[in-house]
């Protein structure tokens, strides 16, 4: 089995614009990504995909792959199955490019499912942390999943779900990581399928397999680290490599 992985690097992030040129501890926050991934040695090979020709040379600057997306892309998904489409692999990682602390053991959990017993029926996987916070819970920036008795994903959001209605309820809540794990041909089919209405509400990719039928299977980890959505989340990793 062919298995690479690709980093989707939008220059323009919504939240936080330029933040992954932006310094984490003297390098810029993509570099980090890219060189923690590559680090795991468990990759045919690693890329970033990007519409930025200052992250591509910033890239190919510390020695890495970096290839140039052809068209405009509403999503870093969208932005990889371009990249891939005419590559021979059999999966492809989408390892989000403002989480610099990826770890080995986390990729290795997602990869490790489509060599699981229920392989066949899995066209992508992804993962996921609980969280316990109320204030990370109700936040809209950390996304929300919740899942079957088999860990297949059932939904994604924004909100928190699910809705604490009864308060003593043996309930968990899990935090969705954008680390998506994708058969070839289930990014694809992505990459041709319109949005549907949850999607763009939520604004949530995942949620897009999820109204097509596609199955999920979600892997729970202890920690990924700190994903760089704000400039807080910046401070914090800064603080984070120094302490």
Partial sequence: ????????????????????????????????TYEATVATKLFDAVYVVTD????????????????MSIKEHECGTDRIAEAVENMDIDVVVNVQGDEPFVKKKSLKKVIDVFYDKDAAQIDLASLMQEITDWKDIAD???????????????????SPIPYPRDKDADVRYFGHIGVYAFRKQAILDFYNL?????????????????????KIKMVEIDFMGIGIDTPEDLKKANNFLKN
């Fill in 52 to 67: 930025s020709e200052t992250i591509k040379e910033e890239i190919e600057r510390y020695g890495g792959n970096a290839i």
């Fill in 140 to 158: 809209p920036n950390y996304v929300k999943v919740i899942v079957d008795q088999n860990d297949y994903a059932l939904y994604f959001s924004r």
């Fill in 194 to 214: 319109p949005m549907l209405p949850l999607e763009a509400t939520e604004k949530v990719e995942g949620i897009r397999f999820l109204e097509y039928g596609k």
């Fill in 1 to 32: 089995m062919k298995i690479i992985a690709m980093i989707p690097a939008r220059y323009g992030a919504t939240r936080f614009p330029g933040k992954l040129m932006a310094d984490l501890s003297g390098k810029p926050v993509i570099v980090r």
